[in-house]
């Protein structure tokens, strides 16, 4: 609640209220845990989550709130950077995972059954490619003090592959504008599923261009992939307090173990009043004026500001 020191709801007040899309996390029991749940990211079944307002009139439960903090006098460190992060979902082709012969796949759950991209890679003289992701990266901090940026990618094998253990492969490639150069060569066997998270050792510019070569021939193979299939890629950068005349502000504060002060820049013309801690259920009253907003964030694990 805005305004309700008072006790009394008027007419400038409001309600805040955040809210997220659904996502996989209620499907991974089926897959035993998250290192075999293909795309956590997204709902075997719907995206769409239900949520109802209610109120106690009599004041006896306590619901879930931001508790609200104020702003006095600026914290001696600054924070340096708010991590971005992006993810693509492939959600081309229901993937039924392993063939047990005769089309019949497997009825248990692991990694490389679900929702996934179609087909890439080489089979039956065809070779299927993923198109390139372009990712906005504006503000992105790089060089000395810095942590690098970070490319994850979860691939899984969709056929019996013919050259052995190593038949089903990708190169993971980004272009900063300087044109394609390899991050990360990635091998997983038949219908075996893999996460990779790779640093990017290249500054990036505003926009970043991911690509999953799999018609590429990767030492000590000579040949392209067998047939594989892509959940999801996730990039995650540091980037710089400039907002660049956005309106929505959503970050990651990186780790500290004491106050920090946040000071972010052209924000656009919305005075932005508030900024919701949501993994200290917290809201940090801010200063705001011609774009800019101030506030201390108090100390913690990384987490997400809103």
Request: hydrophobic residues 30%; glycine residues 12%; charged residues 15%.
């Amino acid at each position: 609640m805005e305004g309700e020191a008072d006790g009394s709801f008027d007419p400038n007040y409001a309600v805040v209220f955040f809210a997220e899309s659904n996502d996989g996390w209620a499907d991974e029991v089926m897959y035993g845990g998250n290192a075999e749940h293909t795309d956590p990211y997204y709902s075997l079944y719907s995206d769409t989550a239900t949520y109802f307002l209610t109120w106690d009139p009599e004041d006896i439960a306590a619901g879930l709130r931001f508790a609200p903090v104020s702003f006095n006098t600026p914290a001696s460190t600054p924070v340096p950077y708010l991590w971005q992060e992006q993810v693509r979902i492939y959600n081309d082709s229901y993937q039924k995972g392993e063939d047990l012969g005769g089309g019949k796949p497997t009825t248990s759950y692991a990694g490389g059954k679900g929702w996934m991209s179609g087909l890439i890679g080489y089979n039956n003289g065809s070779t299927r490619t993923l198109g390139d992701m372009n990712f906005c990266t504006p503000q992105a901090q790089n060089g000395a003090g810095f942590p690098s940026p970070s490319v994850e990618v979860a691939l899984a094998g969709m056929n019996f592959g013919a050259g052995g253990v190593q038949a089903h492969h990708a190169q993971v490639q980004v272009n900063n504008g300087s044109g394609f150069s390899a991050v990360s060569d990635v091998f997983y066997g038949s219908y075996e599923y893999t996460r990779d998270l790779s640093n990017i050792n290249a500054s990036l510019g505003n926009t970043t261009t991911i690509r999953i070569a799999v018609n590429t021939t990767v030492s000590p193979l000579n040949t392209a992939s067998d047939y594989s299939a892509c959940a999801f890629v996730r990039l995650v950068y540091p980037r710089g307090l400039n907002m660049s005349g956005q309106a929505s502000f959503y970050g990651e504060v990186p780790q500290s173990a004491s106050n920090t002060y946040l000071s972010v820049s052209n924000s656009g013309s919305q005075a932005i009043t508030n900024v919701y801690d949501l993994g200290q259920n917290k809201r940090y009253v801010t200063t705001a004026n011609s774009g800019n907003f101030q506030c201390n964030i108090d100390p913690g694990n990384r987490r997400h500001l809103v």
